[in-house]
């Protein structure tokens, strides 16, 4: 009978003794199932898959810049190369002079080497031939003309951006008039988010929010659109920490990529006169350089930023 009451007291020891470690968490293993409201581990136990919150979607803002965030307010001088295609050369004083006329009130001196038809390796020739002039700031429309080559294009569009950097740089983005543009909008975004100096005048939004700007094909400018163009500019730039302003001749003014049957043609703004050329009968865009579409193709040969790149085949 006490042999039967000291096993039955060591039992009840044992027992009391594991209730005791498990309650400190020591020499246990620990349940199978997860506490109240989770969920059991899973066996075997491996690392989560990381995951992103990152969306390849390009966000889509038009913001008016603070003063100082303006870049007139960030540079020293107010000499100004603008890049671009037919949409810049629309501008131009060869055809309606809005850019000129909206910028050098601001103070800048600007320079538009913009011709019809190019892709982004002209702006390459063009830092070529300019580059060494000395600027304070630049503004590239490039990519209308588009080799449905999204690596090229960044591959150009950085080489330009470095090369002009650390000074400002606008990028405008290009009208989405095909679904292969939000390619090279993509780039565009990617190079402000990787280069401080670099701001993005959103063009994509504003001429979509307004279908006055363009004409029949959804890309090239109307009267309105060629000042909208220029205001919006001019609005990024700010007013120029120098003065006077002045409109910088242009040794870049080819528009012969464009169409075959131009004529020359002349259109009066106010009391300016300044000669154009007309538009192939086939292209339906309203007053201003027409720029063509061709066939997807890869217009560089050489790597960017050197000298002698190959030329645009638009």
């Known amino acids: 009978m006490f042999l039967r009451r000291v096993a039955l007291l060591l039992g009840l020891l044992a027992v009391v003794s594991a209730c005791g470690a498990a309650a400190s968490g020591q020499g246990v293993d620990p349940p199978a199932t997860a506490a109240v409201g989770g969920l059991p581990p899973a066996t075997p136990t491996t690392a989560p898959e990381p995951t992103t919150t990152t969306s390849t979607a390009v966000v889509r803002t038009t913001v008016t810049l603070p003063l100082d965030a303006k870049v007139g307010a960030r540079v020293a001088g107010n000499r100004v190369l603008l890049i671009g295609d037919s949409v810049m050369a629309s501008t131009s004083q060869r055809y309606g002079g809005e850019m000129c006329d909206a910028l050098v009130a601001l103070g ?99 001429s979509a929010a307004d279908p006055s700007i363009t004409g029949a094909d959804g890309l090239h400018l109307t009267d309105p659109g060629r000042s909208v163009l220029a205001q919006q500019v ?81």
């Open 108 to 206: 800048w001196q600007a320079e538009v080497d913009a011709e019809s038809g190019r892709f982004v390796d002209f702006g390459d020739r063009v830092l070529d031939e300019r580059l060494a002039a000395g600027w304070d700031a630049a503004v590239i429309l490039l990519g209308n003309n588009y080799g449905e080559d999204q690596p090229t294009y960044r591959r150009y569009l950085e080489a330009m951006v470095m090369r002009l950097s650390p000074q400002p740089v606008v990028l405008l983005t290009v009208t989405e008039f095909k679904p292969s543009r939000a390619e090279v909008n993509a780039v565009i975004f990617e190079m402000a988010q990787k280069y401080p100096n670099v701001v993005v005048l959103d063009w994509a939004v504003v």
């Open 234 to 314: 001019a609005e990024v730039l700010g007013t120029a920490p120098t003065q006077p302003g002045k409109c910088l001749a242009s040794s870049f003014r080819d528009d012969s990529s464009a169409t075959e049957t131009a004529t020359p043609t002349t259109v009066k703004k106010s009391t300016k006169t300044t000669t154009t050329v007309a538009r192939a009968t086939t292209t339906p865009v309203t007053d201003g350089p027409p720029v063509t579409d061709p066939a997807a193709t890869d217009p560089a040969g050489t790597d960017p930023g050197t000298s002698g790149s190959s030329p645009g085949t638009g």
